[in-house]
């Protein structure tokens, strides 16, 4: 419904204000509450006799503020809406819509920074030459001369021993987990590790260990494997499997997001005459 | 919370009570928008902001206290006149009742007040 007044301007202007301020009203409700206060002023011009823009003027005092009588409108209109409607107005208030649109950018930008949050500095030690030792049984047999890379080992019958030093620093403030690695494919994850700098921390069997903000620490993983000698006659006796090992997957965690960090070591190789199987 | 300004003052009291103001004047007969915002304002202190008694209308109506229907107007557009039904004359009653309990209770603390 359109009113046309002797003074277009002021209440054509309230009337505008008044429309801004329920722009986020149900359209149907807003028409018919806009169309009310028109007749309203209609009503009381009529009444008053009122033609002049002083009257005009103080008539839409009386009328009340656009934001006040919006004000009004949306209490009411909160009463019939239901709670996913009432969010919906709340939501779309724009600051609301900024702040909220504040705290999203806020929450992804973090999550991708937790997500990709990597402080550790990870290098092996390259010492393997003592690393695959005989519990019991016959010697591994060292194929290689010398420094010659990589190292070769042959497992023949026997309990051995596979140990890698590994050092950790986090260069960063922030603690980190670290999960046992796999460190030969088919095997299990080692059965035990300790810090190579202080024998008394020896622990077993392995968990995650916790790498606190700028420390360094030296980890030892050890597994161990028996190895049984094909016996005579079996088709497999003259051949073996081997495996070169170039890299460990340490798993790291930080606040529950996990990386999969693959630390290139010396490489060696580990070369199964028999049938062996973690102990 | 008790409070020196008049004007929050007046809201309070005003708040939870013009609804049935508005009932009580469709009582008598039906009442298009303007009469009774006319009314009201005449009223010392019922209303502050005119425009403020259009939701309160439409509050009615879909409370179902009132209902509405059209008129031809010999003065203009067609107007929306509001009818008081039998849920918002039910209502009317008990607040009538405790309405005067209440003042008489309020008007004798503030009488014993002055003694």
Redesign the interface.
Known sequence: ?TVRTPHPDAAERFIEQLRRKLRHARRT?RD??IA??A??I???R??DDANDPGTLDALLI????PS??AK??Y???R??LNEAQRVLLWVRRWWIGLVLAAVLVAGVSFLVWASTYQPLSLRSSGEYSDSVVALSGKAPMKLTQGNLQPAAWKLTEGHYRLSILFPVDNLNSLAVNIAPPQIVQGFPLPESWHLESNDSEKQGPFKSVLVKGQTYREIVFSTSYVCKAWPTGNPNASSFSSQTITNIPIVMSFWGFQHTLEVSIQPFTLEIAGDCFGE | MVTANTGKLLAQMRRGSIEYCVLALLESRDRY??EI??VL?EADGLV?????I???L??LR??GLVDTYWMEST???P??YYRITKKGSQALIPFREQWTRFRDSVDDILTRGNE
């Open positions: 419904m409700d018919d509450y009310q206060i007749d309203h209609r009503e009381s009529a009444d009386r009328i009340g503020e006040v009588l009004a409108f209490a009411a209109e009463v019939k | 928008g303007f915002t006319k304002t502050t902001s005119e425009g403020t259009y939701p309160l439409t509050r879909n409370d003065e203009g557009p107007r929306r």
